[in-house]
């Protein structure tokens, strides 16, 4: 499986020479053609409005908070802002809390907070769109609340160096998505995890296909996939790789572990394929299903040493 996108991003954030701080106006709408020396004053100037946020390149050590409105921030050139280091509200490099926000060629990096649960995106309300984007070392890519009507979309994006379960609190993870209406993941990549799981959701439906989950490097890593309190959906041409340094190596995916509050009768997972790193053997469980929900499970290419699913 290929990820162009994945390339790219690095490619052009090594290249990105030109620092924020030497730009007078690097955050312009592309309506009005008016530039703002931070993202914040950015956001501002669309307020309760709608609006795109086209940003220079360069390194930003700079937070934002959005309080309105529907909003795009969108990189001049994929992969060249970065926004680096620097949390809101001790959420997140962007705490997203309009109507609508979509991020597209953005990297965000070193997002470390107290609580342990620093993010790139912090969504806080409204819909959430993110393509052709990269998260790296940080203790979050995107953390989400739990609201009423919420969708999250991220595509063509990449997930790196992300989680964490230590400090004697809860653990983070690559993606965390709580009880919202629905997620859907495509053409992403998820690897070098350090702690948690790649990807765990709340929502009660979900479109998980075409993504990369490898786990080759990543340390104390748990769950591929964990769909804490069941869903309903589609996890299709998926590929996975199973790592040696796991905190939890028991499953690939998981269905209600943490409590059933949504079906998952309606499930399908086909198509995947999933294993270990050379060398690996385990008896790891592809699907484990903490249900009696008759989670639909088609052909999957998956490990001799790998059980199909399990009922835990």
């Known amino acids: 499986m290929r990820f162009l996108s994945t390339a790219l991003l690095l490619s052009a954030a090594v290249a990105a020479t030109a620092l924020a701080q030497g730009q007078s106006a690097p955050f312009t709408l592309s309506d009005s053609g008016r530039g703002y020396a931070t993202l914040s004053d950015a956001l501002n100037a669309i307020g309760e409005g709608q609006g795109t946020i086209i940003v220079a390149p360069g390194t930003y050590r700079q937070c934002a908070v959005q309080q309105g409105g529907v909003v795009t921030i969108r990189a001049a050139k994929p992969g060249t802002a970065i926004f680096d280091g620097v949390p809101c509200e001790g959420k ?13 060629g953005i990297v ?14 912090r969504l806080e309300s409204g819909d959430l769109s993110v393509t052709n984007s990269l998260f790296r070392n940080s203790e979050e890519g995107i953390l989400t609340g739990d609201y009423a009507g919420g969708r999250v979309s991220i595509d063509k994006s990449t997930f790196r160096k992300l989680g964490r379960c230590d400090r004697d609190l809860d653990c983070a993870h690559g993606i965390y998505i709580g009880r919202l209406a629905s997620l859907s993941v495509t053409n992403s990549r998820f690897d070098e995890g350090n ?29 591929m996939i964990d769909l ?55 008896g790891s469980t592809f699907v484990a299903n903490f249900t009696d929900d008759a989670v639909r499970i088609g052909r999957n290419q998956l490990a001799p040493s790998m059980k199909v699913s399990d009922r835990r």
Do not use: C
Request: hydrophobic residues 30%; aromatic residues 6%.
């Open 108 to 121: 965000f990096q070193n997002i470390r907070v107290p609580d342990g649960n620093g993010a790139g995106i």
């Open 92 to 104: 997140g490099a962007l705490v997203a809390r309009g109507r609508a926000t979509t991020v597209d």
């Open 228 to 282: 804490s309190n069941g869903a309903t959906g589609t996890i299709s041409g998926n590929e996975m790789v199973q790592g040696k340094d796991k905190d939890n190596w028991s499953a690939f995916i998981t269905v209600a572990p943490e409590g059933r509050e949504n079906s998952s009768a309606a499930l399908v997972i086909d198509g995947n394929r999933a294993g270990f790193v050379p060398g690996l053997e385990r």
């Open 195 to 223: 702690g948690g799981h790649y990807l765990k959701t709340r929502t009660p439906r979900v479109t998980i296909t075409g993504n990369s989950f490898d786990d080759s490097a990543g340390h104390l890593t748990n769950y």
